[in-house]
């Protein structure tokens, strides 16, 4: 099973500043990532799939990068809605989820 | 609009079962993959079960293998999870999300999901 893991796990940020989310792979995905932002009591959104494509609608403050086992998710501008818990995905060998960037004001 | 709502969820004692289902509307839902997700509290998703579009190819990880069942009815637009054997570590939010691609296996909606608590 691919492993992902996120860090920090928790990061304080001043809206308006930059936020930068990191996610490695215990082994190479190519570029069979996708990231998701949750809201408590709701489901997860997809933000980016294939490491830096920006799904329909999402904002272009947000923007992933990285290849094989490295992948980042800057948010440039960090705007009230943007506080929330952020997920990484693999899609390369099945699909495993990371524990979570919990993204909080601070 | 794509939709997909989740029913089902509820208390249970463990070893009992429950049958969730996920109602599509707004795409084709014949020709597009959805699968089951779950998600305890304070944790990422984690799959529970996926299936091809013709309903032919069907897959488990080991945790819930033996154990769920997914179905899908093309005609009702409707995906079903049957969980026999149930434990407290199944204690979850249970989504249905659908493939964004047929070939990429990330998922562009989700249902509201539903709530299993296993528990005596």
């Known amino acids: 099973e691919i492993v992902m893991t996120q860090s920090p796990a928790t990061l304080s940020v001043s809206p308006g500043e930059r936020a930068t989310l990191s996610c490695r792979a215990s082994?190479?995905?190519?570029?069979?990532l996708a990231w998701y932002q949750q809201k408590p009591g709701r489901a997860p959104r997809l933000l980016i799939y294939?490491?830096?494509i920006r799904a329909t609608g999402i904002p272009a403050r947000f923007s992933g990068s990285g290849s094989g086992t490295e992948f980042t998710l800057t948010i440039s501008s960090l705007q009230s809605e943007d506080f929330a818990v952020y997920y990484c995905?693999?899609?390369?060998?099945?699909?495993?989820f990371g524990q979570g960037t919990k993204l909080e004001i601070k | 609009q794509v939709q997909l709502v989740e029913s089902g969820g509820g208390v249970v004692q463990p070893g009992g079962s429950l049958r969730l289902a996920c109602a599509a509307s707004?795409?084709?839902?014949?020709?597009?993959?959805i699968q089951w997700f779950r998600q305890a509290p304070g944790k990422g998703p984690e799959w529970v079960a996926v299936?091809?579009?013709?309903?032919?190819?069907?897959y488990y990880p080991d945790s819930v293998k033996g154990r769920f069942t997914m179905s899908r009815d093309n005609s009702k637009n409707t995906l079903y999870l049957q969980m026999d054997s149930l434990r407290a570590e199944d204690t979850a939010v249970y989504y249905c999300?659908?493939?964004?691609?047929?070939?990429?296996?990330?998922?562009?909606?989700w249902g509201q999901g539903t709530l299993v608590t296993v528990s005596s």
């Open positions: 299936m091809s579009d013709d309903g032919n190819n069907k």
């Open positions: 995905q693999q899609y390369k060998n099945w699909y495993t």
């Open positions: 707004g795409f084709t839902f014949s020709t597009s993959v």
């Open positions: 294939g490491a830096s």
């Open positions: 999300a659908k493939r964004g691609h047929a070939a990429m296996a990330y998922f562009d909606y």
């Open positions: 082994q190479g995905i190519s570029s069979n």
